[in-house]
């Protein structure tokens, strides 16, 4: 299967290594200092010990005649606009839009044309040591990699997407409803990010309880707000947030917030991109008609 990854992220420079694992013809739209040292370098990642080099095509610019099976975006919320406008006039039928956000995806499909896009969130987090990547899964039980078609419906190209993550032993669910989905991620994470940017010691956050009761109760108030906006709460786990006591979850903030998971999947993503998360933040508590100021 032939990919393309648009965006050398983190996010994007991970499943092109593990995609290019599994065999897959896979290129890397890079741009800046990312495009440079990737083609200096070569795709370096951290494979447990040892240092691997994927084989992966790196490109700096896509033709419209470039044709790929999948174009998986996995930039930024704010550079999204920009790159779905440009691949509008490119050939290829599937967009999987790896981005957190709150848009409807009329919007999206309105800039590159409708029916391209497959709406999705990775499961994965981690960060780059100098110029080799150092980023793992997220385990299934806390967050699949997720997609779904914005119809619903299960089609030939989801059934091949879920082939395509199967081979690259990438953990996946698919939903129903990815708009309901995202906004009950970002009622969750948009707080955890929060309870970073509100102290001056963000690397030991789990430790301080006030914090972590002040974020434990913003969690289990945004998803009363959601359900009571007749969001419904998915994945099902998500109404545990909702139900367990604020005792419980502040304890168990803590232990994940001073875990190496949080590190590797909270703090440093939430430290790479405040500027994202507080967009998020603004947009996220403006759905709800609901303001929190940081």
């Given at each position: ?62 033709d419209r005649n470039d044709r790929y099976d999948f174009i998986f975006v996995t930039v930024r919320e704010h550079q ?215």
């Amino acid at each position: 299967m032939k990919i393309l990854i648009y965006g050398a992220g983190v996010i994007g420079c991970l499943y092109a290594a593990l995609f290019a694992e599994a065999g897959e013809d896979v290129t890397v739209l890079a741009r800046g200092s990312r495009l440079e040292m990737l083609q200096n370098s070569g795709l370096k990642y951290k494979a447990g010990k040892k240092t691997k080099r994927a084989d992966v095509e790196i490109i700096g610019e896509l033709d419209r005649n470039d044709r790929y099976d999948f174009i998986f975006v996995t930039v930024r919320e704010h550079q999204l606009y920009d790159v779905l406008a440009k691949l509008r006039d490119n050939v290829s039928p599937s967009i999987v839009t790896m981005v957190n956000s709150l848009d409807t995806y009329d919007k999206w499909e309105r800039l590159c044309g409708r029916g391209r896009i497959i709406p999705a969130f990775p499961g994965a987090g981690g960060g780059f040591d100098g110029d080799v990547l150092n980023a793992a899964l997220t385990p299934r039980i806390i967050q699949p990699t997720t997609f779904g078609e914005i119809s619903g419906k299960k089609t030939r190209r989801t059934s091949e997407l879920a082939s395509l993550f199967r081979r690259a032993k990438i953990p996946y669910q698919i939903v129903k409803d990815m708009h309901a989905w995202q906004v009950c991620h970002l009622a969750m994470v948009v707080p955890i990010a929060d309870a970073y940017y509100e102290t001056p010691h963000p690397e030991k956050a789990g430790c301080d309880m006030k914090l972590m009761r002040k974020t434990a109760r913003r969690i289990k108030r945004n998803f009363g707000l959601l359900k009571r906006h007749g969001v419904r709460l998915t994945p099902t786990k998500m109404e545990l947030f909702r139900l367990l006591p604020t005792g419980l979850l502040t304890l168990g903030l803590s232990v994940t917030f001073k875990s190496r998971f949080g590190d590797k999947f909270m703090y440093r993503h939430s430290m790479k991109a405040p500027d994202e998360m507080r967009e998020l933040h603004r947009k996220f508590y403006s759905y709800l008609k609901y303001e929190v100021h940081l």
